[in-house]
């Protein structure tokens, strides 16, 4: 792409004026989750995008700033209220972003605009900001994170493939954004940074001690997703999970089937995955947030999901003696559930591997 018209003598100051911009971008879209009414918030965040967009544009970078109008057409339909910035919207407008670094980087460096966003992109992004209802909005901004996580393709698009690659293709990219969508958590509610790779480490030890294990590409999934239904609930009940039933409860309870529908409207092929979503707050002996529909005795995998929530509360943060004390905690904690919230096929499994189980060492001693 021809960078002739690119004044080069600018775009480092520029450069400096982009990046002082695009926190305070973030940082406004995060808070619009939580305060999506809040006129100020919106005005901040389309002002942040505008001036962006008028930055590339004064060192004639068209091309990005083409790209970031784009997205300012999804800003414009928040501002005009037509859909809020729900958690999918924000990070697929996060991510949208994401890409001018690079973009950035390589005009620097190379005086080239390097990889542009693909066309295809560019159309899902004008659908977001085209959207006219708030579930028309959240299904295209899954349609732009899943198109993120795409190979660019230069070539044309390839034919149909076979149902079982379809198939395929559908969990490989649910995955992906899980692992996006968990990592929004994460900035949240930092005290939870590792914790699905944590969690998911524990998950498939104990699938290990069951004489029918399950898919572990199942369990994988529903590790991600399990508790990303807490992106729409307001940070009191992210942080500190209601134990009770005061006023925001139902915004705790709602989480797993959030979650759950939010994964099967991108991978209709995960209805396991979404089954265990469902019920890892269901208890064996059919209490707890038992969603309707389905029967109280839970999925294995769930029960698995609901244990890893308990032991890591007590080992966060640990290592080394204090690891393993928190360790015998978790034991002595899900011991005490048996026939109430476990069954006695988790217990043993638990029992089985507690003792020697240790952390991934990138994990040990982390937040």
Known sequence: ????????DLLPEVMVEVQDHLPELERDLHQLVQYPDSLELLASAFRH??????????????????????LEGVMQSLRSRVFQCSALVAEALLQSMDLIHGMMQSLLESRKFGRTPPPRLIVLIDQ????????????????????????????????????????ADSI???????????????????AWRGRSAMQLALVLALNAQYSQPSDPEVLEIAVYWHDVG???????????????????????????????????SVAPDCSEAAQIIRQH?????????????????????????????????????LSGEDYRRGMLRALFDVNGLLDSQFDALLINAFEALAQDFQLPAAHSGSQ
């Open 1 to 8: 792409m021809n960078t002739e018209s690119v004044d080069f």
């Open 49 to 70: 995008m505008h001036t962006i967009k008028g930055d590339f544009g004064y060192c004639h970078a068209t091309p990005i700033m083409e790209y970031v109008h784009h």
């Open 128 to 167: 977001l900001a085209q959207a006219r209802t708030q579930p028309a909005a959240d299904q295209a901004a899954r349609m732009v994170l899943l198109s993120l996580h795409d190979p660019w393709q230069d070539e044309a698009e390839p034919s149909l493939p076979a149902a079982p690659a379809a198939a």
């Open 172 to 190: 490989r990219r649910a995955l992906a954004l899980g692992v996006q969508l968990s990592e929004a958590l994460v900035l949240r509610q930092p």
């Open 230 to 264: 807490l992106l729409a609930a307001p940070d009191q009940v992210l942080c500190h999970h209601p134990t009770q039933k005061p006023a925001d409860w139902g915004d705790y309870v709602a989480h797993p089937e959030r979650a759950a529908s939010w994964l099967l």
């Open 281 to 317: 707050h269901a208890w064996a002996n059919g209490k707890g947030i038992v969603a309707q529909g389905y029967p109280h005795l839970p999925h294995q995998g769930a029960q698995m999901l609901a244990c890893a929530d308990v032991w890591f509360e007590r080992i966060k943060g």
